[in-house]
């Protein structure tokens, strides 16, 4: 049974800084690509970033430059670090494995 915990979610100010983390189990995780998806209050699930078993990353472009994502194999874990936030990046995050299988989701809220 494949499973994804979040955690790492909360209240920041405009500016601030905080790290997601998504640690896996269940899975051999260095084969699959992972991601992060966001959905705010009364919007669509929205791809935030994404990082390919093979490296390659994508970023939604009102995130680049600003998050970055990240993984650890050897700690089944994937990050977002995410930088500069903005009132509109609130919203439930949520890492994914392939779109295959999904945390529960962690709220980050950027608010003065």
């Known amino acids: 049974q494949v499973q994804l915990v979040e955690s790492g979610g909360g209240l920041v100010q405009p500016g601030g800084s905080l790290r997601l983390s998504c640690a896996a189990s269940?899975?051999?995780?260095?084969?699959?690509?992972t991601g992060w998806y966001r959905q705010a209050p009364g919007k669509q699930r929205e791809l935030v970033a994404a990082?390919?078993?093979?490296?390659?990353?994508k970023y939604a472009d009102s995130v680049k430059g600003r998050f970055t994502i990240s993984r650890d194999n050897a700690k089944n874990t994937v990050y977002l670090q995410m930088n500069s936030l903005k009132p509109e990046d609130t919203a439930i995050y949520y890492c994914?494995?392939?779109?295959?299988?999904w945390g529960q989701g962690t709220l980050v809220t950027v608010s003065s």
């Open positions: 990082l390919r078993s093979t490296g390659s990353t």
């Open positions: 994914t494995l392939e779109e295959k299988f």
């Open positions: 269940g899975t051999i995780f260095r084969i699959y690509g």
